[in-house]
Nanobody, 115 residues
Framework: QVQLVESGGGLVQAGGSLRLSCAAS????????MGWYRQAPGKQRELVAA???????NYADSVKGRFTISRDNAKNTVYLQMNSLKPEDTAVYCC?????????WGQGTQVTVSS
């Protein structure tokens, strides 16, 4: 089992920044890649950014150049630094841990960007 706990969401004005954190515990050695997904009201969940065990990253086109995913292996934590936030970034952001046995999800954290 893997447990993921997110923190760092909140309300911010357009152009502002937030940093999300996702702390992993449990069978963390089984985690291959970790990612951040988001889901806005009335929309499908989408991948925002992901980082592999080796540190390779990929991003949704809509956040490239504005968001940065990183991981601190010593703290078993993945971060999502979000800069130049836009109202369309408003969503519930969830942390994902991918293992051979399946995906694990955090409870989600709300990010609201006001115009």
């Amino acid at each position: 089992q893997v447990q993921l706990v997110e923190s760092g969401g909140g309300l911010v004005q357009a152009g502002g920044s937030l940093r999300l954190s996702c702390a992993a515990s449990g069978s963390i050695r089984r985690i291959n890649a970790m990612g951040w997904y988001r889901q806005a009201p009335g929309k499908q969940r989408e991948l925002v950014a992901a980082i592999s065990r080796g540190g390779s990253t990929n991003y949704a086109d809509s956040v490239k150049g504005r968001f940065t995913i990183s991981r601190d292996n010593a703290k078993n934590t993945v971060y999502l630094q979000m800069n130049s936030l836009k109202p369309e970034d408003t969503a519930v952001y969830c942390c994902n841990g991918n293992t051979l046995l399946g995906d694990y999800w955090g409870q989600g954290t709300q990010v609201t960007v006001s115009s």
